[in-house]
Nanobody
Framework: QVQLVESGGGLVQAGDSLRLSCAAS????????MAWFRQAPGKERVFVAG????????NYADAVKDRFTISRDITKSIMSLQMNSLKPDATAFYYC???????????????????WGQGTQVTVSS
């Protein structure tokens, strides 16, 4: 069983920074690809950023490239998302996800991931 718990969300102003964390627990969680998705009200859940098990590869959505940075600390089983220069369109629920597959790819479709956290709200005011 895998558990993912997000933290770090909150209310910020446009241009501010925020750091999200995802604590993972369970069998071999450090061996698999993880990712962040977000879902705004009335919209589909979309890929934000992903990282392979050892951090060797990362992938970002075009909308956040150069402003967001994904990382993971396998010694602590924590994945983070540093979000800089936030814009109001970043307002959404942010979810941590883990893909239960040994293949070190970073898919962008939600249905490619097997475990999800409860999410954390990020609100960016203009």
């Amino acid at each position: 069983q895998v558990q993912l718990v997000e933290s770090g969300g909150g209310l910020v102003q446009a241009g501010d920074s925020l750091r999200l964390s995802c604590a993972a627990s369970g069998r071999a969680v450090n061996s698999y690809t993880m990712a962040w998705f977000r879902q705004a009200p009335g919209k589909e859940r979309v890929f934000v950023a992903g990282i392979t098990w050892n951090g060797g590869r990362t992938n970002y959505a075009d909308a956040v490239k150069d402003r967001f940075t994904i990382s993971r600390d396998i010694t602590k089983s924590i994945m983070s998302l540093q979000m800089n220069s936030l814009k109001p369109d970043a307002t959404a629920f942010y979810y941590c996800a883990l893909r239960w597959s040994p293949v070190p790819t970073i898919p962008i479709q939600p249905n490619e991931f097997d475990f999800w956290g409860q999410g954390t709200q990020v609100t960016v005011s203009s």
